[in-house]
């Protein structure tokens, strides 16, 4: 998987639990993202970050949180706010190749 | 805001056979890629198409792109068995974001 790290593979979360995602890369990569994906979808973007101590909201920011404080590392936090976080989770970081490099995905579902 | 649309939704196809999807966005592009996602896993960069260039080989995969359309297609020649897998288009706006579309699931039989 090109040098991106995602733990854990799976991930189970309690009603009113926030849960973390772990997203280390090893490219050198500036910039990191995080999507979402629901069965037989295509990808959605939670949130993006360019530099290190800078990120975006994507598209579906709402119930989640991230923070950027090291390069190689770009961690999700699901909150409780999110009430439907039933997902497949994909980080992917990007160089100047313009190309994204993704991880292997963590499975996140609700016990 | 996804702007990739993809066609078919699925596609099957016999082992040897061409397997061609397409693509379809709505605004101005920087660039348009395709990836492949094998079931329950990340997805692995295929081919990259520039918005200047109309066609771009790689192996046995052929990209087309049409600006003017707003269309891209991904053509596979004589699949194999391990081309089964999901294919995702997606586009650079020059805004720094890779937008995906929903994809297409092809399946090749042996």
């Known amino acids: 998987d090109g040098g991106i790290t995602q733990s854990p593979k799976y991930l189970f979360r309690k009603e009113g639990q926030n849960v973390t995602l772990s997203c280390e890369q090893n490219?050198?990569?500036?910039?990191m993202y995080w999507y979402r994906q629901d069965p037989g979808q295509g990808l959605r973007l939670i949130y993006y970050?360019?530099?290190?101590?800078?990120?975006q909201k994507g598209d579906i920011a709402e119930g989640y949180s991230v923070s950027r404080e090291k390069k190689e590392s770009f961690p999700l936090t699901v909150t409780s706010a999110q009430k439907n976080p039933t997902a497949f989770y994909l980080c992917?970081?990007?160089?100047?190749?313009?190309?994204?490099?993704f991880g292997s995905g963590t499975q996140l579902s609700v016990l | 805001s996804q702007q990739g649309e993809e066609d078919p939704q699925a596609l099957s196809i016999q082992e040897g056979e061409n397997a061609t999807m397409n693509c379809s966005y709505k605004?101005?592009?920087?660039?348009l890629q395709w990836y492949r996602q094998n079931s329950g896993r990340g997805l692995v960069h295929l081919i990259l198409?520039?918005?200047?260039?109309r066609e771009k080989h790689s192996g046995r995969l052929r990209v087309t792109l049409d600006t003017s359309k707003k269309s891209s297609s991904l053509l596979i020649t004589a699949s194999r068995a391990a081309d089964t897998a999901s294919y995702f288009c997606?586009?650079?706006?020059?805004?720094?974001?890779?937008?995906f579309g929903a994809g297409t699931t092809v399946t090749v039989r042996a």
């Open positions: 997606a586009t650079d706006a020059y805004d720094y974001k890779l937008s």
């Open positions: 992917a970081s990007r160089g100047l190749s313009e190309k994204l490099f």
């Open positions: 970050s360019q530099i290190v101590n800078d990120f």
């Open positions: 490219l050198n990569h500036d910039a």
């Open positions: 198409i520039r918005s200047n260039e």
């Open positions: 605004t101005s592009i920087n660039n």
